[in-house]
């Protein structure tokens, strides 16, 4: 049976740094949660605490109402990020010997490692050693040995990073068929498209603290609205004096405008756009996970 994980208060010190500090959130069962942050935030420290590879301070962890324990913990598929496969032992016995340490029977592991290397797209490396692959091929094969041994609950570290967009596709499509078998699955990424795209709740760390924690469409809800213009090059500084606007960015021919709306005048805005040159499109539109990232961590 598939349940919620659980993080309650955690908080961890290394020394006189502050690792972590009173971190909360839970993941439902069948749900993928993203977890982001700047380099440093605390992510690599939440997961090891709930693979318990590291120890917290204060807090628990807990896969439904059981705190976690060796026996829980062994119902966890993790990738953690600094790797954690022997280069020199082939891909199949390695994923075998994973398997069958979670009790599997020797055929049931056989079956368990073809099923995930082909389904990753590694079945023709299952002989060689793990470091003649490539990082890209690794890092799918990290990604077997994560989910081998059939978890109930993922947690993986970066699982993204270094991956070509095809071997992004296919991880994205197998967090996507855990979570709908019911499995929690918790990832951190610096890339926030991808977490926009993938995730049903983003939990945002800064400096060791949860800093927001919802769906993409309630952390829009909260930022500032964003006003889009096609036309007035992003070379004249047009948007200087006008009142309630928070940030600009320029893509291209478009300025993005973050705009405080109980300050913001929507019609100063046009007025001024035209001033600076002819304005092709003026439309609101919604904040993207960077912007409201940038905003959470700058805040
Ligand atoms: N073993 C350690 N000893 C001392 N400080 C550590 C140790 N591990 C992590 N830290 C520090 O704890 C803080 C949190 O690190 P952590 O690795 O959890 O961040 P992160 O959010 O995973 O970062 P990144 O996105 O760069 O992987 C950082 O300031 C880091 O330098």
């Known amino acids: 049976?598939?349940?919620?994980?659980?993080?309650?208060?955690?908080?961890?010190?290394?020394?006189?740094?502050?690792?972590?500090?009173?971190?909360?959130?839970?993941?439902?069962?069948g749900e993928i949660f993203g977890f982001v942050g700047s380099n440093g935030a605390g992510k690599s420290t939440t997961m090891r605490?709930?693979?318990?590879?590291?120890?917290?301070?204060a807090g628990s962890v807990?896969?439904?109402?059981?705190?976690?324990?060796?026996?829980?913990?062994?119902?966890?598929?993790?990738?953690?990020?600094?790797?954690?496969?022997?280069?020199?032992?082939?891909?199949?016995?390695?994923?075998?010997?994973?398997?069958?340490?979670?009790?599997?029977?020797?055929?049931?592991?056989?079956a368990s490692v073809t099923r995930w290397t082909e389904r990753l797209g590694v079945a023709e490396r299952i002989d060689d050693n793990v470091a003649d692959l490539s990082l890209g091929n690794q890092q799918r094969v990290q990604l077997a040995a994560a989910l081998v041994h059939d978890p109930d609950v993922l947690v993986l570290d970066e699982p993204f990073s270094g991956l070509d967009p095809v071997a992004v596709d296919v991880m994205s499509a197998v967090l996507r068929e855990k979570a709908q078998s019911g499995v929690p699955v918790i990832f951190s990424s610096h890339q926030l498209d991808l977490v926009q795209q993938l995730c049903d709740r983003v939990g945002v760390i800064v400096k060791?603290?949860?800093?927001?924690?919802?769906t993409v469409a309630e952390l829009q809800s909260g930022?500032?609205?964003?006003?889009?213009?096609?036309?007035?090059?992003?070379?004249?500084?047009?948007?200087?004096?006008?009142?309630?606007?928070?940030?600009?960015a320029h893509d291209g021919p478009t300025t993005r405008l973050t705009l405080d709306l109980a300050v913001a005048d929507d019609q100063q805005i046009l007025h001024a756009a035209l001033a600076a040159g002819p304005v092709h499109q003026f439309r609101t539109s919604k904040p993207s996970l960077t912007e409201i990232f940038r905003e959470v961590v700058s805040a």
């Open 223 to 248: 930022h500032g609205a964003i006003l889009e213009i096609v036309g007035p090059p992003a070379t004249l500084d047009w948007t200087s004096g006008l009142r309630g606007i928070v940030d600009v």
């Open 62 to 110: 807990a896969v439904g109402d059981t705190a976690i324990d060796f026996s829980t913990r062994r119902r966890i598929g993790y990738m953690p990020e600094e790797r954690g496969l022997y280069p020199k032992m082939k891909v199949g016995q390695q994923l075998s010997y994973l398997a069958r340490l979670h009790g599997f029977s020797p055929s049931d592991a056989a």
């Open 49 to 57: 605490i709930v693979l318990g590879v590291l120890s917290a301070d």
């Open 1 to 29: 049976m598939t349940e919620a994980l659980h993080i309650r208060n955690l908080s961890k010190r290394y020394g006189d740094l502050v690792a972590l500090q009173d971190v909360s959130f839970s993941v439902a069962p």
């Open 208 to 214: 060791g603290g949860m800093r927001a924690v919802g």
